[in-house]
């Protein structure tokens, strides 16, 4: 066991955690009309206690297990089997990286949120989200970063897929599975109000940027150079994707908006996640630069154009933003066209599926979509009985 890199991992994971809590609860509530962000703070809130107890019980083991399967680790370390506090994953106590891992398990169903807010059922959330993140999200984080048919000697040979962070596994699995939803739910009664609270939209993305340094940079599972070289560049992208995005809506509308340039901060971020740790800073600055632009115009195409209703712009922020910076690790040198390219077909054809006949099976069993006063009133009320602002108080 190695005393810094044990340190500044328990800080990473305490950063991840932050992204979800209170981050993304803020980042996405601020977004939404009054009467439904308290179900959009449960949402996170719910998923996240789901997940840990879910990645206990056998999502590490999917991931992480022993198994010598491509395709899944297998079962030997359901509930943490075998492993104590004496126990090491290279140089880092076992139990330390899979609360690492638990909170990318946390983060990943709850970037799915965005995409059915203020019309989804709270039954629907939380069983979708339990058995996407043990039949989606934990397969493909083993194909990738559990030695599975994804990594160097599997399906693409000797170099496999490069994704440090979760371009691949983080973040086009949620954005396409964010779709999926919100094509299923079909569009809300009322897509036109504008956020309720800019304020807690600014709050929540200044969390999820600070939060991202323990995200990448907790990637490199030591304190050394490279995670130092990934928290800068992780910056550095979400900087500049900030002002591009709103530079680009200066151009486009005539102003630039705050909710604007922090969504594309988030786009920055989304988009340097899988290739924090084989670029540069000049790397990352054109990254982000051709993010800020990229994200807005998917965007665009999402509603304006597929007229799709993905609430709070999951896919196109996300999902567009971590396969555009997968991609670029082919293009900088620091990964195969084949194995990227590759990766990214396999993971997104397995996470259609998935999604798809998960959408079905859970919707048999629990109402996808609350009824129509319930969505005219807010899920605040009609789902939790409670408010949160209470005027006359």
Same mark, same amino acid.
């Given at each position: 066991m190695?005393g810094?890199?044990t340190a ?6 305490a ?9 993304l ?9 009054a ?8 949402h996170?809130y719910a998923?996240?206690c789901?997940?840990? #107890?879910?990645?206990?019980?056998? =999502?590490?083991?999917i991931a992480?297990? %022993? *198994?010598?399967?491509?395709?899944w /680790?297998g079962? $030997? ?6 492993v104590d ?10 139990v ?6 638990m909170?990318f398990a ?9 995409a ?5 059922g709270?039954?629907?959330v939380?069983t979708?989200s339990?058995?996407?993140m043990l039949?989606c999200?934990a397969? #493909?984080v083993?194909?990738i970063? =559990?030695g599975?048919?994804?990594?160097? %000697? *599997?399906?693409?040979g000797?170099? /496999?897929?490069? $994704?440090f962070a979760?371009?691949?596994v983080?973040?086009?699995?949620a954005?396409?599975a964010?779709i999926i ?7 809300r ?7 309720h ?9 200044a ?10 940079g ?28 709103a ?9 630039a ?27 990352a600055?054109i ?14 195409l ?10 709070l712009d ?11 910076g ?16 590759g990766?990214?077909?396999?993971v997104g ?5 998935v999604?798809v006949?998960?959408v ?28 949160a602002?209470?005027?006359?108080s």
């Amino acid at each position: 066991m190695n005393g810094a890199d044990t340190a500044w991992i328990i800080v990473a994971t305490a950063l991840v955690l932050f992204m979800t809590l209170p981050g993304l609860a803020l980042f996405y509530g601020g977004l939404v009309r009054a009467r439904n962000v308290l179900s959009v703070f449960m949402h996170c809130y719910a998923i996240a206690c789901l997940m840990s #107890v879910l990645w206990l019980i056998a =999502g590490y083991s999917i991931a992480f297990g %022993g *198994g010598t399967s491509g395709y899944w /680790g297998g079962l $030997d370390k359901l509930f943490l089997s075998g492993v104590d506090a004496d126990s090491l994953a290279g140089t880092l106590p076992e139990v330390l990286f899979f609360a690492f891992q638990m909170t990318f398990a946390i983060i990943t169903p709850a970037l799915i949120v965005g995409a059915y807010v203020e019309r989804v059922g709270f039954g629907f959330v939380l069983t979708f989200s339990g058995l996407w993140m043990l039949l989606c999200y934990a397969p #493909v984080v083993h194909w990738i970063w =559990g030695g599975g048919m994804l990594s160097d %000697g *599997g399906i693409f040979g000797d170099i /496999g897929v490069r $994704d440090f962070a979760g371009g691949i596994v983080v973040h086009e699995t949620a954005g396409l599975a964010a779709i999926i939803i919100a094509v299923f739910l079909g569009p809300r009664k009322n897509s036109t109000t504008p956020p309720h609270n800019p304020g807690f939209v600014v709050i929540g993305a200044a969390m999820l940027w600070v939060g991202w340094f323990g995200f990448n940079g907790g990637s490199q599972l030591a304190a050394d150079g490279g995670a130092a070289m990934a928290l800068t560049v992780t910056h550095i992208s979400a900087a500049t994707a900030s002002l591009t995005w709103a530079l680009w809506e200066k151009i486009k509308y005539g102003k630039a908006s705050v909710v604007g340039i922090v969504t594309g901060t988030i786009a920055g971020l989304a988009s340097i996640t899988p290739a924090s740790g084989f670029v540069g800073p000049v790397e990352a600055l054109i990254i982000g630069a051709i993010a800020g632009i990229l994200c807005q115009e998917a965007v665009n195409l999402v509603r304006n154009v597929l007229k799709i209703d993905d609430t709070l712009d999951v896919f196109a922020v996300h999902g567009v933003g971590g396969i555009f910076g997968t991609i670029m690790i082919a293009v900088f040198g620091a990964g195969s066209w084949v194995a990227q390219l590759g990766g990214l077909a396999v993971v997104g054809i397995f996470t259609t599926v998935v999604t798809v006949v998960l959408v079905k099976v859970v919707a048999a069993v629990t109402a996808l979509r609350v009824d129509a006063e319930s969505e005219t009133n807010g899920l605040d009320i009609s789902a939790h009985g409670e408010r949160a602002y209470d005027l006359s108080s």
